[in-house]
T-cell receptor, first 115, second 111 residues
Framework: ETGVTQTPRHLVMGMTNKKSLKCEQHLGHNAMYWYKQSAKKPLELMFVYSLEERVENNSVPSRFSPECPNSSHLFLHLHTLQPEDSALYLC??????????????FGPGTRLTVL | RKEVEQDPGPFNVPEGATVAFNCTYSNSASQSFFWYRQDCRKEPKLLMSVYSSGNEDGRFTAQLNRASQYISLLIRDSKLSDSATYLCVVTPNTNAGKSTFGDGTTLTVKP
């Protein structure tokens, strides 16, 4: 077990729906991340939080809205998505955002399908 | 040029074979290096960190060549269970949020 959990594991939504993805880490880490992985494509970093403060936003469309209420929880709020947003959304955590050998540990992901 | 480039693969090898993957990076300020493995439709899992002096974990050996800016992963005595996509990850010391993942190299080990 990685110590990072994500819910739901699968989500199907229409373009007008609003949904949220949840991530929780039980590792005592201070940094959390959202990644998107489309079919047969590399991981794309979306957001980085350090101690609940957003430190990175990789030009992600505003229809994706992250929230980090504390260092253990991370949400990704979704609204008016497009079919091309269908992908595996992965959450990760690491002890911190700087320093050497700051390994990231991933959750199992939420497989999102937008109809 | 991509920041991190991996052998395109795929690699198809018989059980028991030795296989090596290479990964080159463009940012000379990179300080931390990792290999992850990702099984089909699963999350990436840390396989091993890559230390300057090189390191070994069972059948897996990772090496770093800073002068040439590449890292490698050697798998000896391949098992069927080694079939996966192997991701090279490069991180600047100051910002783990800037970790760059390679596209991955797919390995299939056949009986």
């Amino acid at each position: 077990e990685t110590g990072v959990t994500q819910t739901p594991r699968h989500l199907v939504m229409g373009m007008t729906n609003k949904k949220s993805l949840k991530c929780e880490q039980h590792l005592g880490h201070n940094a959390m991340y959202w990644y998107k992985q489309s079919a047969k494509k590399p991981l794309e970093l979306m957001f980085v939080y350090s101690l609940e403060e957003r430190v990175e936003n990789n030009s992600v469309p505003s229809r994706f809205s992250p929230e980090c209420p504390n260092s253990s929880h991370l949400f990704l709020h979704l609204h008016t998505l497009q079919p091309e947003d269908s992908a595996l959304y992965l959450c990760a955590s690491s002890p911190r955002t700087s320093g050497t050998y700051n390994e990231q540990f991933f959750g199992p992901g939420t497989r999102l399908t937008v109809l | 040029r991509k920041e991190v480039e991996q052998d395109p693969g795929p690699f198809n090898v018989p059980e028991g074979a030795t296989v090596a993957f290479n990964c080159t990076y463009s940012n000379s300020a990179s300080q931390s290096f990792f290999w992850y493995r990702q099984d089909c439709r699963k999350e990436p899992k840390l396989l091993m960190s890559v230390y300057s002096s090189g390191n070994e974990d069972g059948r897996f050996t990772a090496q770093l060549n800073r002068a040439s800016q590449y890292i490698s992963l050697l798998i000896r005595d391949s098992k069927l269970s080694d079939s996966a996509t192997y991701l090279c990850v490069v991180t600047p010391n100051t910002n783990a949020g800037k970790s760059t993942f390679g596209d991955g190299t797919t390995l299939t080990v056949k009986p």
